[in-house]
């Protein structure tokens, strides 16, 4: 009798654990919705608003889509964002990436951008990612202070390299996707 | 007063576009980011740091684990910005290459799995707010972008190392000898490895 007592506590007491665990997760997740997502909702589509309604929205098409539609106009973007001067100031909280993905997106929607071009575009707007944040996230990782005197430059430099050969990548990977739109 | 009255028209309209491509946003994104978030966030949750922290001490011991694995493991589990700590298993001289790598997958993982960099999503979801506009799936661009994801973290891990190997044994050389560079490079490269290994070996210890 006692035998079951037990291996019915321990079963309760383990789905109660676990029970918790799931919980804890749905709080975790509605709380970072409302931190962090529908903050950013708001402003996109604020500025999606305005840019759509008031016609600045052909200035972008005339402008940035066909730069964005080819890839040399944006390897052309990719090496502009990774210039080591500018990539620090473009790449805080990934506020122009997402802007700049935005309205590729809404030129993509209108059909200015062939769908294919929406791989190398996730790369050639983002070669900056991080940039601003080396010398926290490299004390995160408990570098030492000399560490980080030769990091930041090391990285800034690699992603002149880097940023417009990931896009190169990414338009080779591109190949066969949404073939006809 | 009519100009008046369209001006007014005019600047409600502009909010009230904003206000239906929010309401897209919210029906279109959220639900299934929500129900996939708390599903991620729960088996996060259940396998616990400590397990993953034994996965990246093994993982630090090779380039392919280092650049490739722990960047990925890392941002899937501790999420942007705790995944950088992950670089506290590595020798000085790969910190800022792991840095690199992780960082550079905070976005390509989103199309899969958002819960990694949630207050970042339009970096993705921007774009990909096209595709679903044209009528198009996202699994193609979403699995594409993580892929590609991977090999540039992989080559900007190793990118990086030799451009800091090289900072690093040029800071060390005295200014007179700057003509023997390349094979101090050289020369530099192979303790870089033992003082790895030592370095890793006391982070065992840690």
């Known amino acids: ?24 997760a749905g709080r ?52 502009i964002c990774a210039i080591p001067i500018l990539s620090p100031l473009l ?6 990436a997402q802007v700049v993905g935005t309205l590729l997106g809404v030129e993509i929607g209108l059909g200015h951008i062939p769908a294919q071009y929406a791989l190398p575009a996730l790369f050639a707007i983002n070669p900056q990612v991080g940039c601003d944040f080396i010398p926290v996230g490299l004390a995160l990782g408990e570098a030492e202070p000399e560490t980080t005197e030769i990091g930041v430059p090391a990285v800034l430099m690699s992603r002149l390299i880097t940023g417009p050969l990931a896009v190169v990548i990414a338009y080779l990977a591109s190949f066969g996707m949404y073939a006809g739109h | 007063m009519e100009i008046a009255a369209r001006i007014a028209e005019g600047f ?55 650049y490739l694995v722990l960047p990925f493991l890392a941002v899937f589990f501790l999420t942007n910005p705790m995944a950088y700590t992950m670089g506290r298993f590595l020798p000085e001289k790969q910190k800022p290459a792991f840095y690199d790598a992780a960082v550079s997958f905070v976005h390509p993982i989103l199309g899969l799995f958002p819960h990694a960099n949630p207050g970042e999503i339009f970096v993705w979801a921007g774009i990909a707010a096209g595709i679903t506009k044209l009528g198009l799936g996202l699994g193609d661009l979403a699995i594409r ?8 973290i992989f080559i900007r891990g190793l990118v990086t190392e030799r451009i800091t190997a090289i900072m690093w044994a040029r800071r060390s050389v005295p200014e007179g000898q700057s003509q023997g560079e390349e094979s101090t490079s050289a020369a530099e490269a192979a303790p870089a490895v033992e003082t790895g290994g030592a370095a890793f070996a006391s982070g065992e210890e840690a």
């Open chain 1, 91 to 96: 790449g805080p909280g990934a506020v122009i």
């Open chain 2, 12 to 66: 409600i309209g502009m909010f009230q576009k904003g206000g239906t491509t929010f309401v897209g946003l919210v029906t279109g994104i959220i639900p299934l980011l929500i129900v996939l978030m708390t599903a991620v966030n729960a088996l996060v949750r259940l396998i616990g740091p400590e397990r993953i922290d034994k996965v990246a001490m093994i993982s630090s011991r090779n380039v392919l684990l280092r």
């Open chain 2, 145 to 152: 972008y993580f892929l590609v994801g991977l090999l540039v």
């Open chain 1, 28 to 79: 975790d997740t509605i709380d970072q919705v409302i931190r962090n997502i529908l903050p950013f909702m708001a402003f996109i589509s604020m500025v999606i608003g305005i840019i759509l309604y008031t016609g600045i929205g052909n200035i972008i098409a005339h402008t940035l889509s066909p730069l964005a539609s080819n890839i040399f106009g944006l390897l052309l973007m990719s090496v």
């Open chain 1, 1 to 24: 009798m006692q035998v079951v007592a037990r291996g019915l506590e321990a079963i309760g007491r383990a789905v109660g654990n676990v029970v918790g665990i799931l919980y804890q």
